[in-house]
């Protein structure tokens, strides 16, 4: 089959996300990585592709550059991968878009929503593909939680009890040289969300993406606790769907104990459901009135779109890099189709793209406004 | 040792809850029930005090008379334990009061913020003894933990996350013959909260217990999902404490899978804890920068005021009984010092009172007024 | 209902295992304990008396002289419980089954084999009542597991794993003032066994107990891995059942971070079964080619047999106080039945007696001998 | 860095392992796959090659042909791995060996112990490079327990429980279609071990390797439950080391509700550990008398032994592919020093070899010769 050319920009050496996304994007061998601006630092741009094997002529220190000449090259690449701090994703995104080169995009997708809205506009006038790596998204029974509820196994649903908590941050990790923490606290790079834009829409989106229900309105009180931080490190939100279910949204990066523990319940007329991200090879699902059952990954009773998206039998983990993976391989099956002009099936249109950015960034605007006005009810369209 | 002779009002033949009072005060044998009001229906009051072994010429059809009678015997009662539907607390608890008899009561205290008022400045003038079963505060590892913050092993408290789901009320009990959902949905019986009354008040009662910090005002939004009711069967409240801390409460009847699950987590700059009632036997303890700890009941690490209440051994495991019987034997030594007029000491005052129960009358009645104002901040002694 | 008045043989102060009798009896209000010989020590006899409140003409130092004495009275004792070190199970029971008098003795029944024979004889040539407390069979899903083998839910029985593992005799404990550990590693207060007989035994009465089998013959390897200790702290069995069920079992009393973990599985050709004493309250059950249904105490799914024992609702917890009450609580109407010479009903017999007491001597011994021949297999009633 | 230029013999299309191999030496990107002798039917072998990008010129359908072929070639693949069925292990790998080409074979090594010596001998005359796939070796948490009991953190180890059960041959299987369960049920095709030499080796492999003590002799029962299958699909065996320690082994393709429950625990003087394949991302750890610790991979207080081969922050989870990639990519680099004549440091020689491969052999032999012994003890390396 063919392989997808891409590019990266950012995830230059130390930069841990940009390894996850090569990984992601090798396991099951649809991509190849040819080019990268893998850091805005000429030396370690041309040491980093040196290391992980990209041509020094196709590494670049200038993305306008990257883009301008992968545009030209007969041989170019077909997408760019974007892992740079959240204020570049928009320029970025642009440059490549404008070159007709597919965007596969870290989130938040951009620094604010007034950029999420042009770089909506851009995409929907060129007809572009993009991509947003929502990636709790790809765990197998993310999507069999997902189906249930569309099918109507729950009943109509009622309650969205979503959490995702850290610790790194509980102390003050940016006066340190943790690069990570520097970025992710600094409004300039970071937007108007701390933890409500680092974790917090991941949060969100798994909350509609399984829900299928839109959050309508929230209401929010957020915090920096560690003294002198700029952004928020804890987010509490009350949320209002748009088909009459209610939530609660809770992130944190000062909740000491709590590596990555993003968490998801939703209880409907007729069962519940509970998954977590740590422990991501199990679901449980309670039908009213009867035992809890311990749904396996690719174990007895799970569907065959969950299943499509298994590598390995049931009590053989799989993890973060695999549900990476899974959109990474559905990507590469819809850029295909979509090189081709050909419709893309239901199935590989579960990857987020400019939509979800866009409803992620007026999550975060909402929350901070809802927060600034002492927690009034803001919707998220406004 | 002295036994405590104690009456029972309400607890009649198929109520739960009188039968649980009933064993925790038995298991650690200070107690002897020697009288009772059962119910207020003659015939079932007779059969069920026949059933439980109080003498005929005990049982009473009126509470005012057993207060009355009770009292006027030299052999009396001295304590009742008051297990009625909440609007009859107040009266109840009056009564009695008034004939100087000890009052250990059923939470909420009463049907209103007003009458726990009331309630409480007749405690105060006649300096009775009375006690209010919140019976989780009971549990060695929930002692242990308010120790741990007391002390400071987590720092400074940043952030309290308790939650109490259950599922029985997922559909229209009430219009089936259960009982017991019948008089908790009312509001003629139960008070302005429905899940907020019932379970709300047992997690903002743990919440404050073990942080040792005053909720000072919370943002709320109530919803009864089950269509028809008239109480809340969901409540979702955003926290303010008075020394910094924030928190979630979430309660919920209508969650199916939950059984009783009432849990907290809290969060302080130099650690966290995580304590589950449905597994009561160990407490998850984070020190910042360490692994998690698995501290279990009677078992290494776990303080002597933990221990004291505990009856077996780590790895033999207690439950709600026995937790609930912690509460009933701390009553006892602390009865019969108050009978004595001597000082009750420090470890025997954990045991919640008068003020706890104005406390969760205030957050009943905030949340209930937050709620109606769109989840208007609203503090809890307004 | 009648209570049963009984008095206690061993139990004094110190010993764990008496409060947790005393307690157990007490939780079901079916016991009224009146006299006692709780030392051997005629001071701590009479003051252990006195603390629990044992009248002090009813303290006696000798079991001898109680059984003679109780016997006399009119209102003698019913039963007693037998909570001695197990050299003195044997002729305590027989001092008091020759008066007549009901025994409730703690597991192993006896020091030895021999014994347990010859007392098996007496119980029968007498008629006597007599249970022995292998509390763990107390358990609700214990007993609802037993039910689901016996209905055939798991089909025909291949497996049966169990294990038993400690570790507060990690270290040479009974060399420190551990009374506890002292007559439990020394030969001549204990018997053959050393974990076998403290822990082993329980194991494997619990195996035969919800299997419905027999163990046929043992191959076993023990081992005191404490330097200088006489008896076995750790035992590997593997055994083979009278229906063709094969299983392993293991104590110990050195695997450092258990505490008192008890644990059984069962597989059989239609589904298979996993409970844990550490955590009581749920069952797991698992039909072949479907997903594990977790079931809890009191909750969906599980039998009346089961629910009859229970006292709360799911999700409130019960533990091993309860466990053991039930014992107590179904020994009371069997014994008032027994008194009257009536036929004691099915469910009722689930009590283990003599006859589980035998076959835990048989045990310890064939382990015993099995381990001296260097792991031949052997019957267990050789 | 060089890449390894790898075949593959066997892993065609249907072939469940030949996936997770080429995904495991996908995933750090340091091997490429170039031909392949993927199924001895040849239409089979061309469709499985195109599929996953062999050129046709380098598709073989036979091994031998291929070894001779590829020695020849001036980009010949430096390994070749092998995930036949067992009984071809032998052959393949000797084919390749003589053609000084390196191997990476699937366990058992082979089909008995005879060849397994006779390869030994082989790759010890030849100075070959051959590794062994126990995969299980690879996650980061067993060798960071594995250097807890080198360290002496445990103490002196006394106990070694291992278990690896599964209920994928229940019923008869290889009656169905199911390829996977034929040949595994064969002896032509599977050796003297069914469900010993598919798991029971895992398990085997995992004891010696955390414990780094030698099984010196073994004590076994193994049954075939299912009627008329020729293979055991169940194992019990008793273990005694040669540094003193005892263990259980339990392996079960029988065991109703296991997907892949590989367990062990190790038990010293000083501590305990306790790890499960199915959640491989923490590690209980109970020192003597302290709380246990919940160790993450990749968290606090874990090594940088562990670390180094972990590719994500704690919390993160990573799974079966990712530990198998692990033995891949530690491959990788010990072939690029072998291929130098450089010495291959210690943290490289972790991975199993033609030792670990003997030693799967004779425990396989050794304990269906102790089961027909009637479970005589018998040493491994008679």
Not at 110 to 124: D, R
Not at 162 to 168: C, N, P, R
Not at 239 to 265: E, T
Request: aromatic share 8%; charged share 25%; proline share 3%.
């Amino acid at each position: 089959m063919k392989k997808i050319k891409y590019g990266m920009v950012g995830g230059g050496e130390g930069a841990f996300i940009g390894d996850i996304h090569r990984i992601a994007a090798r396991i099951d061998n649809r991509f190849e990585l040819v080019a990268g601006a893998l850091s805005s630092n000429a030396a370690r741009a041309a040491s980093s592709a040196a290391k992980i094997g990209i041509d020094s002529e196709r590494s670049y220190v200038s993305y306008e550059e990257m883009a301008r000449v992968e545009c030209a090259r007969a041989d170019g690449i077909d997408a760019v991968v974007i892992v740079t701090p959240n204020h570049l994703h928009f320029p970025v995104a642009k440059a490549f878009l404008e070159q007709g080169i597919a965007v596969i995009c870290d989130k938040p997708v951009t620094l604010n929503l007034a950029q999420a809205k042009q770089l909506a506009e851009i995409i929907e006038q060129r007809g572009s593909f993009f991509r947003l790596t929502h990636n709790y998204t790809g765990y197998p029974l993310v999507r069999y939680a997902r189906e249930l509820v569309a099918e109507g196994t729950l009943g109509k649903i009622r309650l969205v009890q979503v959490e995702y908590a850290q610790d790194w941050l509980s102390d003050k990790q940016e006066e340190t040289d943790n690069k990570q923490a520097a970025w992710r606290t600094d409004p300039e790079k970071s937007g108007a969300g701390g933890s409500l834009g680092d974790i917090g829409t991941h949060a969100f989106n798994l909350a509609q993406f399984i829900s299928g229900q839109n959050v309508r309105e929230i209401c929010a009180d957020i915090e920096a606790f560690v003294e002198g931080r700029q952004l928020d490190d804890n987010a509490h939100v009350m949320m209002r769907f748009d088909q009459g279910a209610k939530g609660l949204l809770w992130c944190s990066q000062v909740a000491v104990g709590n590596a990555n523990n993003l968490k998801i319940r939703i209880y409907g007329e007729k069962g519940g459901l509970e998954w977590s991200q740590e422990e991501p090879n199990h679901l449980m699902y309670s039908p009213i009135g009867e035992p809890t059952r311990k749904l396996l990954r690719a174990g007895h009773g799970v569907s065959e779109i969950a299943n499509r998206i298994s590598r390995t039998p049931a009590g053989h983990p799989e993890g973060y890099l695999e549900g990476f993976a899974n959109l990474y391989r559905d990507i590469a099956d819809a850029l295909l189709l979509h090189q081709q002009g050909l419709p893309i099936p239901a199935e590989l249109q579960l990857i987020p793209g400019i939509k979800e950015g866009v409803a992620g960034l007026q999550f975060i605007e909402a929350a901070v406004r809802s927060s600034k006005a002492n927690s009034q009810w803001v919707t998220l369209n406004d």
